[in-house]
Every structure is written in structure tokens, then in C-alpha cells.
């Protein structure tokens, strides 16, 4: 039966045929009998990364396989959310090795775009935690790869977008932690010298990010609030905590019923956000304990938080730039968007260390990514950041993707060729093909 689909930026949207699987007998029939199709699990991608005509949804098959409480290995089905293993683990004192902004995403989608967190700079992405993969094929197979074995389909399906194949086990290592709470110093900077200088300084912390409030001109360009995290102890938590320091409070949660109005989003309103927001922190630099949920997942207490761009949606723009282009990129494109007026409510500057796989989005630089809600001048406008992009060295998020061009594509990741040679062999026929692949043109 067809349905509407669309990802969180909720463009572009199709009608998809939404088939699901139980077992992997079930997953290989369909895969058989299917000319063409992509996994897709929670949707929770801003682009068309897992849009097809068919699509194979992974979210029934979402079982613990095994969980070592001792070594911190957790073995699981691909449709497992990271809000469920999290469930699991913390209680025992393990968290996610790596984890993005929100908890809502599969294992197996955090798999496919080799996620990053607010610690790549220390920990990496995701899949540089993961010890073994289990692969539905082309062939119809279900193949084990780990780093040390059947390593062209583990090289190709880590960041690999689904291309290679349908994702159905995952075992990966996890971090060891005394409490659910982090300990979190939030800095003021004045402008990008001033951040860059802060995060430079604070190379040693496990985590860290920053908000920028991305509509400031001249001195103010980058005006930004840097948040920096570390597991905290015991010891370090209040008396009150110390008896259950694995366990926080529910939260109230808060929901968008319904997409509002385009017109409530404009440079006014971002403006009054963003005053807020930076003056919010009184003071020059606050230390202070927050749970896990609140750092990590600050809008998954926000049902429905992508209907506040309207029915046409958004798209959430990320890219990266190399160390040495990143204060002179980020200085352009933040005077970009300030004379357009292209604000965005989600502002997020990070740090990255080395890239890791073939299609791995992270390379040894900073990374920024914005949310602009779709309007007929948006399109352009980003076509004109992504010439100044690449044009330093960078590259875009291929899971946050809905309009790059091609030649952007392979002029911003240098193994482009190398991934595309390898999905030759493992997918002659292109199996696995989503709306991402099409626009991309990734064939060989």
C-alpha cells in the first residue's frame, strides 16, 4: 500500500510503497522480488537518503541480541533505536560510544551515515565503535563484515547511505560511565575569533559544541555560546542524586500539532531568539550538572519540532571545512547569510578530528549546520555556499542532503570513486537505490 513519505526536513516528499520485515528470510524475499528499493529506518535523516519508490522499513526488526554488561558490548538488530539501547545500557553505567542530537535515529541508520557527535575531536564517529556487521546483499546473502572481514562491504556500507545493502546486525563497543549526568561549562564569545579561540583551548574536553547566533554583522560576526561536557562522577553529584545516580527524572514533553504558518519564521523572530538566547547566560562562564537528555537531545522534547518550518518544509544545511580554511570559510558564510538574512534557529558549530571511512562526512576541521526553511530563493542561495565550500576544501553531510549537485558531490569527497568502485562489485544491478543516489548520480 502507498503512502506519503518524507523525512524529518519533510522535503521532499513522495508516494513510496512501505514494506517491513521480521526476519531475515522475510528481508531477502522482499529484496528478491523488488526491482529496486532502500532501507529506511525512523526517518529521522533531514534529506532524501532513504526515499525510493519501494522502500524496506528496518523498525520491526529491532531486537537485543546480546548485551556483555561487563566488556560493554552491545549486540542488536538494525531497527533498534539509540532511545531504546539507552534504556538498556544506562542503568548498567555503559552509554552510546558516540551519539548525534537526537535518540530517535536506528543503530542501523547511525551505521549508514557513520554519525558524529559532539566528541568526534576525541572518540570519532560512530562506526569506528562498530565491531561486526551483518549485511543483506544484492545476492540475496547475508554476509558478516567487521574491519577484519568481507572488509570491501564493511568499508563500503559504513557511511555508505544503504547503498550496499540492508543493514540487520550491528554489534559495537560502548562507553563507561558512573552517572546520567554531564558536567557542562557553557563560555561566551564575543565573535568567531573568540569561539575559535575557545575551542582551540578546549581540544581536551570530551565533548563540546556551540550555538552561534548566525544573523550578527562586524564585530559581532559569530557571536556564539560554547557548551563543553564530561561524564560526571559520584562524587560530584548533589547528595540527592547519589543514591540513583544512573537514573533522571521524566521530563515533561512538548508537542507541535501541526505545521505552522511560514510567516512565523523570519529574520525578526530568529532575531529575538537568538537575543534571548545569548543573553540567557549572565555570566561570562557557568560550570553546572545537567542529565544526559537535556545535553544531548536538548529538541527531542519536542514532538513534531520540524512542523515549526511550515508544510513546505526544511532543509537543514551542514558542511565541513579543513582546519586551515575553517575561520576564513565560516567568516564568509556567516556574512552570507547575515546580509541575505537567511537566519537560522539551529546554529551548531563543531569540532572535528581526522576522517575515518570513505564516505565518512567528518574531516580534521569545523563543521557547522543550519536550518533554513524551504522558499523560492532558498535554493541559490545555498548553491552559492556550497562554490564557497568546496572552493575551501569541504565538503557537504550527505545525510542532511536534499539538492547538492553532483559534481559538488565528488568534488567534496575525495574517495567518491573509490566507494563507487567498490559498490560495483557488490551491487552490479543497483539493488539499492534511493531518490539521493538518483540526484547524485552514484553509478560507476
Known sequence: MKKLLANWGQYPALEANELSFRTPAEAAQIVASEEQLIARGAGRCYGDASLAATVLSTLQYNKIRAFDKQQGIFDCQAGITLDEVLEVILPWGWFLPVTPGTKFITVGGAVASDVHGKNHHSDGSFCQHVEVLEVLTASGQVLRC??????????????????????????????????????????KAANLEQIFRLFEENRQATYSVAWIDCLQKGRHLGRSILMLGEHARVDELPQKFRKDPLQIREKKKLSVPFNLPAFTLNSYSIKAFNWAFYHKLRAQQRTDLTDYDTYFYPLDFVHHWNRMYGKRGFVQYQFVLPLAGSYEGLRQILEKISQKGMGSFLAVLKLFGPQAGLLSFPMEGYTLALDFPVRPDLFPFLDELDDTVHRLGGRIYLSKDARMKPEKFLQGYARANEFLDKLQQLDPAQKFV???RKRLHLST
Open 434 to 436: 534511493s531518490l539521493q
Open 146 to 187: 567487521s574491519p577484519y572481514e568481507n572488509t570491501t562491504l564493511f568499508e563500503t556500507t559504513c557511511g555508505g547511505m544503504g547503498l550496499s545493502g540492508i543493514i540487520t546486525r550491528v554489534r559495537f563497543r560502548l562507553k563507561k560511565i558512573e552517572t546520567a549526568y554531564i558536567r557542562q561549562t557553557q563560555q
